[in-house]
């Protein structure tokens, strides 16, 4: 069995703290392991380490292949990249064309797809499930998990099993997204479970099915994994579940009662992290006085509130949202309109990251800027220089290797250099231990733009 | 007629934009000016500039010198130094002393007592009322001014009028801070008055009023001023209102109809900046969705909301508060909690004010600390040295006067130098601009009481 994660979604309605520049499944949110990196763990309790993968868009390689290597150095490179999105229906086709030609599975090899930020525990339960899909999925299904509700959630799709038996079901039927009238009855009914998003099924069983519901992706199966990336964007944009579960009658489903989290909205976060005894969640530095049911997410920053009751409140370095609990799904459209505005916000956060590691701008004014920059052991920025702008730079830890012009030489702890204007530099990390620098840029502009590369973002050399 | 504001005063209730490093009324709340430099202006329409004084603390003279000097620099040094706070009465019996000491004031001067951090408007209205008032005193009454109640309030003291007349009545009473009940009785009455903190006397009368009823402040009244000063911690501390007003049968009041707000809690905010349609005041970036009656004092961080009503937010750099309207005088509660836990948010704020300028803190880790320094125009730090760190000092803007060990040199825009460690330095602007510099600390120990000072915070040179 293959554990494919899928992680290209950028989170909105996590906004301010996932942003498109690192989304929801790479955020720290509950204690000190991003969901991405706590999928790979959970998947590690059903299959080896190197039959798990993640499926990805270039945005987001880097910060995968660091999660990937935070989990273990060995399954780093284990990314396949969408050229682009098309939904999960595509994906899952580039995901069986991967298997088959790169990794040489049989038709017969089971594939078992999860989102990359969900909450699931414990683990020793979701171990188990997975086998009894796996199980199902060799002798034909196409297994979904269905998610024993807790309450009448309008905002998932629900899916009826047929027949009675504890364990795997046919599907009866799948279900919108109700309202809440409707979401009433199906919590009563005792037939209808949320769907995970999860997906068990063989290789064979799903080349069948596209043939018979989704010819325009099935006939792309026969080409090549190159041809199939570079005519990716002809792909249909479809998800899974309308391009071949509700039409298939092999679409089975296995109750799981286990505590699941979407981690849909801020309004969820009391299910990932218990309350306390005032209904409060805390995270950060708070000081609450008379306060109840708030949830309070906070970096730095001291935070204190006062008589509030039911609110939601989290506080990023440049940006703060404070919304009325069950209203936190309209975050989505604070974040359309802030994209309309062109606002940085929705899309950087202060801190960004690069394949080498990251730059916090700390302070900007129209003739200069700092940051502070991180560069990972081992790792270097690209061969560069800047037209409009000359930059003092100041280690404060670790030991750089520093090119500037034709020269190479080490800047130590607590020592210098100044880079003029227009001259050919490179910053390179040879060391063991993550190198901070303080990095001044002083000019008449100082615009990210202004940067000529004589390579390329990854290091590697432009070719002649 | 001499006109003094008493500026000594910490604004905790107005936390976080007030702390006791720079509190209320050296903050611009309602635009581009600071609470006391309204009051001067104002009072400049009554006096000619040069009778206005600011009795302060020590801590606050160089913070009233640069509101006032933004005024006129001709009166920057009108100010009367408290060596201690020891309330209003005997700070009242200081700035009599200074008048008559340093002022050369005969007995008759009319004094008119006013507090740095109220916002009373129309100038015109002020005017008028402020005369009327001198004319009382002149002819022997001790003039408070008071405030025609707009709603049932329970925070302020009241005065009740004895006497029907327009104009200046005698005080038949003065109320002590009412409750709810008893508030909505005094607003009905029609007799009933805020009392605003306002007062205009001759020195004649209030010396007399002090023998007669305060003998503790009045015996010292025959010291000379600098007598005064050495011996005023024992000075009893006791406000003009317990020690003669409500004694004094000398005491009249001035009713005034008046736009007036002592700012005193954010719940007073929108007294001071008129709320929107949607009953909302909001300062800063703001984004507010289905947001009503809410106030949001923001200053650089985009602040978004969601379905919110009835709430004060306050945003600042490192402290955030969000209370439920009608509950801010609870935040002095916050303080004194956070005083009790030594939280440095309640003295600091990230930009700390010196007589040479300011400096904020960009970043800090264990072996290095990056701030902002600005220096105005001819000003310049103290001779100094550092055991346990080295500074890099990069100039963004203007010339720095720059002196290492024996050597003295100018350093220019974009232009950088490095302090070693345990090397005596100094700091100066000797030009017609702001000076701004980014410095660099990186050591073992970067703690701002690493500091050896040749000279004092003023830049005067300790006598050997």
Chains 1, 2 share one sequence.
Not at 40 to 48: K, Q
Not at 171 to 194: C, I, R, S
Request: glycine residues 8%; contains cysteine; aromatic residues 8%.
């Amino acid at each position: 069995m293959k554990a494919i994660i899928l992680a290209g979604g950028s989170g909105t309605r996590l906004w301010p703290v996932s942003r498109y520049g690192l989304p929801k499944q790479f955020i720290k949110l509950n204690g000190g392991k991003s969901l991405l990196c706590q999928t790979v763990e959970r998947l590690a309790a059903v299959v080896p380490l190197h039959d798990i993968f993640v499926i990805t868009n270039q945005d987001y390689q880097f910060h995968v292949q660091a999660d990937l290597r935070s989990v273990s150095p060995t399954i780093e490179n284990n990314v396949i990249l969408e050229p682009v999105g098309r939904n999960t229906a595509p994906a899952i086709a580039l995901v069986m064309k991967y298997c088959l030609e790169k990794l040489k599975c049989k038709n017969d090899e089971v594939i078992f797809i999860c989102p990359s930020d969900h909450i699931i525990e414990p683990v020793e339960k979701f171990a188990k499930y997975a086998r009894q899909a796996e199980t199902a999925a060799k002798a034909g299904s196409i297994v979904t998990f269905g998610i024993k509700p807790s309450r009448p959630e309008t905002g998932y799709g629900y899916i009826k099993k047929g027949g009675k038996g504890p364990g795997v079901c046919k599907v009866e039927k799948f279900a919108e997204k109700p309202d809440l009238k409707t979401a009433e009855k199906y919590l009563k009914d005792g037939n209808y479970y949320w769907n995970s998003g999860m997906f068990s099924f063989t290789i064979a069983t799903m080349l069948a099915e596209f043939k018979a519901y989704a010819p325009e992706i099935s006939r792309k199966m026969p080409q090549t994994l190159a041809k199939m990336l570079a005519d990716f964007k002809n792909m249909p944009s479809i998800s899974i579940d309308y391009a071949v579960m509700e039409k298939s009658k092999k679409a089975a489903v296995l109750p799981i009662d286990i505590l699941w989290s979407d981690v849909g909205s801020w309004d969820s976060l009391p299910e990932v992290i218990k309350p306390d005894s005032d209904g409060n969640v805390k995270v950060g530095d708070v000081l609450a006085l008379d306060t109840k049911r708030t949830i309070v997410m906070g970096e730095n920053r001291l935070i204190s509130t006062i008589g509030l009751k039911d609110l939601i409140i989290v506080d990023t370095v440049d940006a703060l949202l404070i919304a009325r609990r069950g209203e936190a799904q309209r975050v989505k459209e604070v974040v359309d309109m802030l994209k309309e505005r062109k606002r940085k916000e929705v899309v950087e956060h202060t801190t960004t990251y690069r394949p080498w590691g990251s730059y916090t701008v700390l302070e900007e004014g129209p003739r200069y800027k700092i940051k502070r920059i991180v560069v990972n052991p081992g790792h270097k920025l690209s061969h560069q220089l800047h037209y409009h702008r000359s930059e003092h730079w100041i280690i404060v830890k670790g030991t750089a290797k520093v090119t500037l012009g034709k020269t190479t030489s080490l800047v130590h702890e607590n020592e210098s250099t100044y880079v003029p204007k227009s001259t050919g530099h490179r910053l390179e990390n040879p060391g063991k231990v993550p190198l901070e620098m303080i990095e001044v840029q002083n000019g008449e502009y100082v615009g990210e733009d202004d940067i000529v590369r004589f390579n390329d973002i990854y290091g590697r050399d432009k070719k002649k």
